[in-house]
């Protein structure tokens, strides 16, 4: 299995961190910090947890392909349940069903023991590029 995060520079930009990846799960997480992600609400901009579920499922999934497939977001509907605070930001996503082109994956977002949001989403399956 391919490394995941380790040349993904916006992965790294928001601070997004591989906690456990393989068999078609992953577990990331994020700190929270009201300095760099939250909204004039006092809260943590909605895509800060978009962007840890996105880049979970896709971990998931990319997890179950070989070095010659690549993977792409097609849709994902994502639940906000409750608002994300100071504090880290825990994602456990899960292939649910992998076809030849098409995958859906499940995630979960967990802060302080509590389920705040929610994401199931679809993804392509593609042949890599070549050089």
């Known amino acids: 299995m391919r490394p995941f995060t ?3 520079a916006f992965a790294r930009a928001l601070g997004l961190e591989m ?15 009201a300095e760099r992600h939250f909204s004039p609400q ?3 901009h909605g895509g800060v947890a978009y962007s840890l579920a996105d880049t979970a499922m896709g971990g ?9 497939q ?3 977001t097609l849709e994902i509907k994502f639940n906000y349940h409750a608002r994300t605070v100071e504090g880290r930001l825990t994602c456990e ?4 069903h992998r076809g030849k082109r098409i995958a ?3 995630a979960r977002l967990y802060q302080h ?19």
């Open 42 to 44: 006092r809260a943590a």
């Open 104 to 106: 859906n994956v499940d």
């Open 19 to 33: 906690v456990e990846r393989g068999d078609g799960r992953c577990t990331m997480a994020i700190d929270i910090d």
């Open 60 to 68: 998931a999934l990319t997890s179950l392909l070989g070095d010659e």
């Open 113 to 131: 023991g509590k389920l705040v949001s929610s994401a199931n989403g679809n993804f392509a399956i593609f042949a890599a590029p070549t050089a």
């Open 70 to 72: 690549w993977c792409a």
């Open 93 to 96: 996503a899960e292939v649910l």
């Open 6 to 8: 380790q040349d993904f």
